[in-house]
């Protein structure tokens, strides 16, 4: 034992003798499969994918430290991060005795810039070293750094990873490796590092009312028509300001536009609205200045180039300041076209009041992109991507999964084989046990279960269709159904099937043709039947309620059959929407667009009344203000419904025209207000589910291999009902006591808590992919009190409200602030 013990500290030296590559080596293991071709089923990701938004700084000046560096056994200094070569390394001290973990690396950029992530380029030949668990956090001085921007877990492989985070002004970024990826030792490394700038997203902001407000500018066009600097403030994308070109010749560059707000307040960000007719003027080069006075402008609070096109742009200052003038600066035009500058719009961010708009926590990394999810009866949220940890294609029989402890925020990565069955683009559906059955996508026929108990993975029988981009529902029966799905497998005749919870078999249903569930798409059934909205109602029946204009009832007993119920309003085909059960027998469908990809999406929003009976009554209720297509939505324990994400435009892998700012309706007055934004883009291929302490994960997008759009991370909402204005937590209700792990339809339950409340309710753990998440609903209860902070629960007799399954119990107090949720099965 005292040689093996001395061999085991001589390991480190012993392989990194010689040369700088002849470092520990992990033991032998299966070949990782290659690559299949490109995926048919999408085009190649658009340009402006393959470009991150956020430029590379420029890493003239800089420096590198680290807690420690290999000199003796290699070249392993940090300054080669630094040096444009992956050959060369940072390495953590290895010989012996080597270096614990945790290790850092510090950048310097000897100046102070707005960073939204850290690259990470692994090194270039062997694995020791990368980085997985990892802690980012910033600092302005080099000596206070704060709580973390970022943590997360990377994934052990060579790719470069991208590590996001809420863009701030700083002068230093601090990475800290908290585990070595493959657990080969206490190691760390990295071959390069680079830090990406303003991507023109503020994070945790809210834009200013502009009432009252006046705008002037160096010059303006007048003679050909009114461009007066006033047009940028009148709410008309059609309108614009345009510097002077009549008569020539035209006023030379810069320009400059200066908002006067009245009053100093603080401000975060600016967002620049390029004029929609032509790209002439479009601004390029720009710097942002402040004042308190209109008269003296300080140093730059933002600078960069805007790309040449129609879209939304932004410029985050380097810090907030308080200011009553901000003036934005054209020094270029950006396609070079003339000495012109425009703008349509100009609008001002300042930070949100948490108790009013809500607050984000840090970006947690995750090893892969989470394309689909589920919340799991262990305070657990299981992941998955596809057969790549950040692509997609064929059908490879495994999956790349990952577990996210939501107690510790921890997250472990598993690739499932033994089911041969690769989960990209499934259906989903939570069953009565909190099992998680997924079925089709890349492997069109497949069927698998995850049991959150077991922490395994098996095989179901594969279905009788084979289906991908389909929709399920669990039914009141306890069985689940599934409709849909042309995105693989074959085109049409994707009719209804159901999944036996006894014998875990298929039955065809034969009068459940989808023929009748589809969109006007003009791609046809490929793209008309996908993402399904469903709620299943009582006696197995389902509501299909979108996102097709058409309704229909399903009945699923014998044969099945389908009948149309109506349409929903006025609205159009909403494809890429998505509904919401926000209370019993009610819900609220959103957003959309009338064809899969590259049309304009919505701003509408319609409620759908299933209480009357037979027909199901929908109404138009608020706008949202943002138009959403490739967007998430999820109920709250108190009604409201929240939504994140997606474009106005929708274009799979694309991040342009991104809403960056979540909404919340409110079912008492119909009207959506808009939150604190989002630090990462959330579109395509991204994820939104409620957590059992009453707040929101929202994350994914992308899964496009090579290209910048994709997200393999995720940050957690907390909403306004939890916070004060200072962002301190409110005082919340708690259950206390046992509350029954498992209980029946119409069961009478205690509980208890530690102060009064007002009401319970039960929300379904939700699952949740492409925008759809049929899974979800809200369940008010009756309850009576039966002492002092004791109450009596009854749960809904009929498994077509309380449907079987895992839900998380809420008590709300009268402020409407939730208790942290016990999880019970209804069953």
Same mark, same amino acid.
């Given at each position: 034992?005292?040689?093996?013990?001395?061999?085991?500290g001589?390991l480190?030296?012993?392989?990194?003798?010689?040369?700088a590559?002849?470092?520990?080596?992990?033991?032998?293991?299966?070949?990782e499969p290659?690559a299949?071709?490109?995926?048919p089923?999408?085009?190649?990701?658009? +340009?402006?994918?393959?470009?991150?938004?956020?430029?590379? /700084?420029?890493?003239s000046?800089?420096?590198?430290t680290?807690?420690?560096?290999?000199?003796?056994?290699?070249?392993?200094?940090?300054?080669?991060?630094?040096?444009?070569?992956?050959?060369?390394?940072?390495?953590?001290?290895?010989?012996a005795p080597?270096?614990?973990?945790?290790?850092?690396l510090?950048?310097d950029?000897?100046?102070?810039?707005v960073?939204?992530?850290?690259?990470?380029?692994?090194?270039?030949?062997?694995?020791?070293? &990368?980085?997985?668990?990892?802690?980012?956090?910033?600092?302005?001085?080099?000596?206070?750094?704060?709580?973390?921007?970022?943590?997360?877990?990377?994934?052990?492989?060579?790719? %470069?990873k991208?590590?996001?985070?809420?863009?701030?002004?700083t002068?230093?970024? @601090?990475?800290?490796?908290?585990?070595?990826?493959?657990?080969?030792?206490?190691?760390?490394?990295?071959?390069?590092?680079?830090?990406?700038?303003d991507?023109?997203?503020?994070?945790?902001?809210?834009?200013?009312?502009?009432?009252?407000?006046?705008a002037?500018?160096?010059?303006s066009?007048s003679?050909?028509g009114?461009?007066?600097?006033?047009?940028?403030? =009148?709410?008309s994308?059609?309108?614009?300001?345009?510097?002077?070109?009549?008569p020539a010749?035209?006023?030379?560059?810069?320009?400059?536009?200066t908002?006067?707000?009245?009053?100093?307040r603080?401000?975060?960000?600016?967002?620049y609205?390029?004029?929609?007719?032509?790209?002439?003027?479009?601004v390029?080069?720009?710097?942002v200045t402040?004042?308190?006075?209109?008269?003296t402008?300080?140093?730059?609070?933002?600078?960069?180039?805007?790309? =040449?096109?129609?879209?939304?742009k932004? +410029?985050?200052f380097?810090?907030?300041?308080?200011?009553?003038?901000?003036?934005?600066?054209?020094?270029?035009?950006a396609g070079?076209r003339?000495?012109?500058s425009?703008a349509?719009?100009?609008?001002l961010?300042?930070?949100?009041s948490?108790?009013v708009?809500?607050?984000?926590?840090?970006?947690?990394g995750?090893?892969?992109?989470?394309?689909?999810t589920?919340? /799991?009866?262990?305070?657990?949220?299981?992941?998955?991507?596809a057969?790549?940890?950040?692509?997609f294609?064929?059908? #490879?029989?495994?999956?790349q999964?990952?577990?996210?402890?939501?107690?510790? $925020?921890? %997250?472990?990565?598993?690739?499932?084989?033994?089911?041969?069955?690769?989960m *990209?683009c499934?259906?989903?559906?939570?069953?009565?046990?909190?099992?998680?059955?997924?079925?089709?996508?890349?492997?069109?026929?497949?069927?698998?279960?995850?049991d959150?108990?077991t922490?395994?993975w098996?095989?179901?029988?594969?279905? #009788?269709?084979?289906?991908?981009?389909?929709?399920?529902?669990?039914?009141?029966?306890?069985?689940a159904?599934?409709l849909?799905?042309?995105?693989?497998?074959?085109?049409?005749?994707?009719?209804?099937?159901?999944?036996s919870s006894?014998?875990?078999?298929?039955?065809?249903?034969?009068?459940?043709?989808a023929?009748?569930t589809?969109?006007?798409?003009? @791609?046809?059934?490929?793209r008309?039947?996908n993402h399904?909205w469903l709620h299943?109602?009582?006696?197995?029946?389902?509501?299909h309620?979108g996102p097709?204009k058409?309704?229909?009832?399903?009945?699923?007993?014998?044969?099945?059959s389908?009948?149309?119920a109506g349409? @929903?309003? =006025?609205?159009?085909? +909403?494809?890429?929407g998505?509904?919401?059960?926000?209370?019993?027998?009610?819900?609220l469908?959103?957003?959309?667009?009338?064809?899969?990809?590259n049309?304009?999406?919505?701003r &509408?929003?319609?409620?759908v009344?299933? #209480?009357?009976?037979?027909?199901p009554?929908?109404?138009?209720? $608020?706008?949202?203000?943002?138009?959403r297509?490739?967007?998430?939505s999820?109920?709250l324990p108190?009604?409201?419904?929240?939504?994140f $994400?997606?474009q106005?435009?929708?274009v799979?892998?694309?991040d342009a025209?991104?809403?960056m700012?979540?909404?919340?309706?409110?079912?008492?007055?119909?009207?959506?207000?808009?939150?604190?934004?989002m630090?990462?883009?959330?579109? !395509?291929?991204?994820?939104?589910?409620?957590l059992?302490?009453?707040?929101? *994960?929202?994350?994914?997008?992308?899964?496009?291999g090579?290209?910048?759009t994709?997200?393999s991370?995720?940050?957690?909402?907390?909403?306004?009902?939890?916070?004060?204005?200072?962002g301190s937590e409110?005082?919340?209700? +708690?259950?206390?006591?046992?509350?029954?792990?498992?209980v029946a339809?119409g069961?009478?339950?205690?509980?208890?808590t530690?102060?009064?409340?007002?009401?319970f309710?039960?929300? &379904?753990? $939700?699952?949740?992919?492409?925008?759809t =998440?049929?899974d979800?609903?809200?369940?008010p209860?009756?309850?009576?009190?039966?002492?002092?902070?004791?109450y009596e629960l009854t749960?809904?007799?009929d498994?077509?409200?309380a449907?079987?399954g895992t !839900?998380m119990l809420?008590?709300l107090?009268?402020?409407?602030?939730?208790?942290?949720?016990?999880?019970v099965?209804?069953?």
């Amino acid at each position: 034992m005292a040689f093996t013990a001395v061999l085991v500290g001589l390991l480190p030296l012993l392989f990194h003798a010689g040369r700088a590559t002849a470092d520990p080596q992990p033991p032998p293991t299966a070949a990782e499969p290659t690559a299949p071709p490109p995926a048919p089923h999408h085009r190649a990701a658009p +340009a402006d994918a393959m470009e991150p938004a956020a430029p590379t /700084l420029p890493r003239s000046g800089w420096t590198a430290t680290a807690s420690d560096e290999e000199t003796a056994g290699e070249n392993g200094r940090a300054a080669n991060v630094l040096d444009g070569s992956t050959a060369t390394i940072w390495h953590s001290r290895w010989t012996a005795p080597a270096a614990p973990l945790p290790h850092t690396l510090t950048i310097d950029m000897h100046r102070t810039d707005v960073v939204s992530a850290l690259v990470y380029h692994p090194r270039g030949s062997g694995s020791n070293g &990368r980085v997985g668990e990892y802690a980012l956090h910033l600092s302005t001085d080099g000596t206070s750094w704060g709580a973390a921007v970022a943590t997360g877990t990377l994934a052990d492989d060579n790719t %470069v990873k991208t590590l996001s985070f809420a863009p701030k002004g700083t002068r230093y970024v @601090r990475l800290t490796a908290l585990t070595e990826a493959g657990g080969r030792g206490p190691w760390s490394s990295a071959g390069e590092i680079n830090l990406l700038g303003d991507p023109g997203t503020t994070a945790g902001v809210v834009d200013l009312p502009r009432d009252g407000w006046t705008a002037a500018a160096s010059d303006s066009e007048s003679a050909a028509g009114d461009h007066s600097p006033a047009k940028v403030l =009148d709410g008309s994308s059609d309108t614009i300001w345009h510097s002077r070109w009549t008569p020539a010749p035209a006023a030379a560059l810069p320009h400059h536009l200066t908002l006067d707000m009245k009053s100093a307040r603080p401000v975060s960000a600016l967002s620049y609205e390029p004029r929609r007719t032509g790209p002439n003027g479009r601004v390029g080069a720009y710097t942002v200045t402040t004042s308190t006075d209109g008269t003296t402008f300080g140093a730059p609070v933002a600078s960069g180039v805007w790309k =040449d096109d129609d879209t939304v742009k932004g +410029a985050t200052f380097t810090s907030t300041v308080t200011a009553r003038y901000v003036r934005l600066t054209a020094t270029t035009e950006a396609g070079n076209r003339g000495s012109w500058s425009s703008a349509a719009e100009i609008r001002l961010r300042g930070p949100a009041s948490p108790s009013v708009h809500g607050s984000w926590g840090k970006v947690t990394g995750f090893p892969l992109v989470p394309v689909a999810t589920a919340v /799991l009866p262990n305070n657990k949220m299981l992941a998955w991507s596809a057969y790549g940890i950040d692509r997609f294609g064929g059908s #490879n029989g495994y999956t790349q999964t990952a577990i996210m402890d939501l107690t510790t $925020g921890a %997250v472990t990565q598993r690739r499932v084989d033994n089911t041969k069955h690769d989960m *990209f683009c499934p259906g989903i559906a939570v069953l009565r046990d909190g099992r998680v059955l997924v079925t089709g996508g890349s492997n069109a026929e497949r069927a698998s279960i995850y049991d959150p108990v077991t922490d395994a993975w098996t095989s179901t029988s594969d279905m #009788n269709i084979a289906r991908g981009y389909q929709a399920m529902t669990l039914l009141s029966t306890g069985d689940a159904f599934v409709l849909g799905g042309s995105w693989s497998g074959g085109e049409g005749a994707k009719d209804g099937e159901v999944w036996s919870s006894s014998n875990g078999t298929w039955r065809k249903l034969t009068g459940v043709p989808a023929t009748t569930t589809l969109t006007a798409d003009p @791609r046809g059934p490929y793209r008309a039947d996908n993402h399904q909205w469903l709620h299943a109602t009582s006696g197995g029946r389902v509501l299909h309620l979108g996102p097709s204009k058409q309704i229909n009832w399903i009945s699923t007993t014998g044969a099945g059959s389908i009948t149309a119920a109506g349409t @929903r309003a =006025d609205s159009a085909d +909403a494809m890429n929407g998505n509904a919401v059960a926000y209370d019993i027998g009610k819900l609220l469908t959103l957003g959309g667009a009338p064809a899969y990809e590259n049309t304009t999406a919505t701003r &509408r929003a319609y409620t759908v009344d299933l #209480n009357g009976g037979g027909t199901p009554v929908s109404a138009r209720t $608020g706008d949202m203000a943002d138009a959403r297509a490739f967007a998430n939505s999820v109920v709250l324990p108190d009604g409201k419904v929240a939504v994140f $994400g997606g474009q106005s435009y929708p274009v799979p892998f694309s991040d342009a025209t991104s809403s960056m700012t979540p909404e919340i309706w409110d079912p008492a007055t119909g009207k959506f207000t808009r939150m604190a934004s989002m630090a990462v883009p959330r579109n !395509y291929h991204s994820v939104a589910n409620l957590l059992p302490d009453g707040r929101v *994960f929202s994350g994914g997008g992308g899964l496009c291999g090579d290209c910048a759009t994709n997200h393999s991370d995720g940050a957690i909402f907390t909403p306004p009902y939890l916070l004060n204005a200072d962002g301190s937590e409110k005082p919340r209700p +708690a259950l206390t006591g046992t509350v029954p792990a498992r209980v029946a339809n119409g069961a009478k339950v205690p509980v208890t808590t530690d102060a009064a409340v007002t009401s319970f309710v039960l929300v &379904r753990a $939700g699952a949740a992919t492409h925008s759809t =998440d049929n899974d979800q609903r809200r369940v008010p209860l009756a309850s009576r009190t039966t002492g002092t902070n004791a109450y009596e629960l009854t749960i809904p007799s009929d498994p077509g409200v309380a449907l079987p399954g895992t !839900y998380m119990l809420f008590a709300l107090n009268a402020q409407g602030v939730p208790s942290k949720a016990k999880l019970v099965t209804v069953d």
